[in-house]
Each structure stands twice: as structure tokens, then as C-alpha cells.
């Protein structure tokens, strides 16, 4: 297995899979993995703000024996330009795993690179792997299986649709993103899932026609149209972005059993409407829950200690 948690894309479909089925198995017998990681200390990086990282994973290692340790942006000396190699050497002499929730990605593959303990993206501005196991994990419980679904994300393109995306590849679901032209995700990493999910007779859609794209979705999942560091463009991304706000309308376009996702934290009315976020249709708080379970499976297979 692997040292670092860095995205999908570094891990098999057998090796994620074995992840979610701990993580199923960690959320039926809590108790059986009470002590599993007893006597050790995550270290927890944060310079965005978080609800759903922080205080999934810091329930998750308390609830697994071991021990939280928060840093904001100014707790570490980060801050005062001290370098990613030093603090990844210094952090790995006192702790047993490291998870990090920033904005450049190429900080956490540097922190990983340095760091002699397990690295944990708890996400960056390019992608959000650990919310996409959580993700994988809730479509999973709701429709039994995972292979042969579709997945269709409305809105910007971004670090989440790339996570998603990479997951889908990986676990046999067809993927669509919907979003304009003027949104969608980079050429480059287009270019890359197609090459990957050819070989795994996995679909990709990417288009900015809602009808086209609904049709035959599983799974719909939104994302605010503007992420943490992009408030100043947040009229331009509305207006771009607005024709495509999740409606019953949107939703009625796709299978009749389908399901509404989003990451969270939600702009109501923006990206989706009431009726939909609060709907039948909705999973959105047992999504979110499954980030505790999903993370704990993560963290006890980088850092239990192996006889």
C-alpha cells in the first residue's frame, strides 16, 4: 500500500475499493476498530476554512484511539516562511500522519515528498480526493453497487468534477459534466480521463447541454459556482454559471430514481434549488456523514502499524 493519500488516480480500483469496504465495515462495528490506531497523533493542516474536513477527521482519529492535533494558516511557522521541506521533516519526528486542507496543490505533493509519515490531501484547489471516496462510498449504500451507473456534475468545473471523475473511471460508473464551454475542466486533464477511462470501458460526457447530459443520470452533483479564493469573480461566475442551477425541472430530465449530491457547503438557490437540496431526491447529509467513515478507512490503512 502506498505511504501518502494523495489522489484517486495514484490508488487501483482494488486498492479503493478495499478502502470503501473497511470504511462500510468501520461504519457497522465502530467498536471493533476503537483502539486500532491507539497512542498516535495526526497532524492537521488548515489554511481554507473547513466544517466537514476538520471535524470529520478529528472525530475520526479520536474515534480510532488516536489523537487531533489542529494548525491554522498562522499556527506553524509556515506562515513565517519557514519551508515545506523543513516543516515536513521537523512534523514527521513527532507525529504519526499528516492531513493538509490548502489551496496549492503542489504544497501537499511536496509536504508527501518530504515527509517520512503518511500524507493525507484533505483537498487542494486542483482536487478533493477524500470527498470523492466519501462519495463513492454513499452511491454505494444507496443503489448497492457502483459499476454501470452514471454520475452527471452540473456546474463549474473544478477540484471536485476532477476527483469525481477519477473515481468514476476507477469504480466503472459512466461519467457527465455538465457546465459552458467557458467552465469546464482543463483540455489536458480532459485528454487524460479519456485515455484512463477507455481502458476501463468507462463513458465520459463532457458537454453544456443540460437535456443532453441528464439524460440517463443516476447520480446528479453540485458544487457551489464559486470556490473558497474566487469571491471577487463571484457576479461574473453567477452569470456564466446560472443557467445551470439544479431544478425538480433539471432533475425530472434524468432517471426517475435518481439521486442529489453535493459536497457542501451550499449557496441555496445559486447552484440548486430548495426543493431539490431539500428533497426526496437529496443524500446530501448521509454524503456528508460518510466523510467520517470514509476518512477513518484512509487513515487506518496509511498508518496502522503492521506486525
Do not use: W
Not at 9 to 18: F, N, Q, V
Not at 37 to 63: A, C, D, E, P, Y
Amino acid at each position: 500500500m502506498k505511504k501518502d493519500f494523495i489522489a484517486v488516480i495514484d490508488y487501483s480500483s482494488k486498492e479503493l475499493t478495499k478502502i470503501l469496504d473497511l470504511a462500510d465495515d468501520m461504519k457497522k462495528h465502530p467498536k471493533k476498530y476503537a483502539k486500532s490506531l491507539q497512542g498516535q497523533t495526526l497532524g492537521m493542516i488548515f489554511t481554507k476554512n473547513s466544517t466537514r474536513t476538520r471535524v470529520s477527521f478529528q472525530t475520526g482519529i479520536f474515534q480510532l484511539g488516536g489523537q487531533g492535533l489542529f494548525f491554522s494558516a498562522n499556527d506553524l511557522q509556515l506562515s513565517r516562511g519557514e519551508t515545506i521541506y523543513d516543516t515536513a521533516k521537523v512534523l514527521s519526528r513527532y507525529l504519526d500522519g499528516i492531513m493538509i486542507r490548502t489551496f496549492k496543490h503542489s504544497d501537499v505533493t511536496e509536504l508527501a515528498q518530504h515527509a517520512s509519515i503518511p500524507v493525507i490531501n484533505g483537498l487542494t484547489d486542483f482536487n478533493h480526493p477524500c470527498q470523492a471516496m466519501a462519495d463513492m462510498m454513499t452511491i454505494r449504500e444507496k443503489f448497492k453497487k457502483l459499476k454501470g451507473l452514471k454520475l452527471t456534475y452540473v456546474g463549474d468545473g473544478n477540484n471536485v468534477t476532477l476527483s469525481l471523475m477519477n473515481a468514476c473511471i476507477r469504480f466503472g460508473l459512466d461519467f457527465c459534466s455538465i457546465s459552458p464551454k467557458s467552465h469546464t475542466l482543463a483540455s489536458e486533464l480532459i485528454a487524460a480521463g479519456e485515455k484512463d477511462a477507455k481502458s476501463a470501458k468507462v463513458k465520459l460526457t463532457f458537454t453544456d447541454n443540460i437535456a443532453e447530459g441528464m439524460k440517463g443520470s443516476d447520480i446528479i452533483y453540485g458544487d457551489t459556482f464559486t470556490s473558497m479564493g474566487q469571491e471577487a469573480e463571484s457576479a461574473k461566475r453567477l452569470q456564466a454559471l446560472g443557467p445551470y442551477k439544479v431544478t425538480p425541472e433539471v432533475m425530472a430530465m434524468a432517471n426517475k430514481k435518481a439521486v442529489y449530491m453535493h459536497c457542501l457547503p451550499a449557496h441555496r438557490g445559486e447552484e440548486v434549488a430548495n426543493e431539490v437540496i431539500d428533497g426526496k431526491q437529496s443524500i446530501i447529509f448521509d454524503q456528508a456523514e460518510n466523510r467520517l467513515h470514509a476518512q477513518k478507512a484512509i487513515m487506518y490503512t496509511l498508518m496502522k502499524k503492521r506486525k
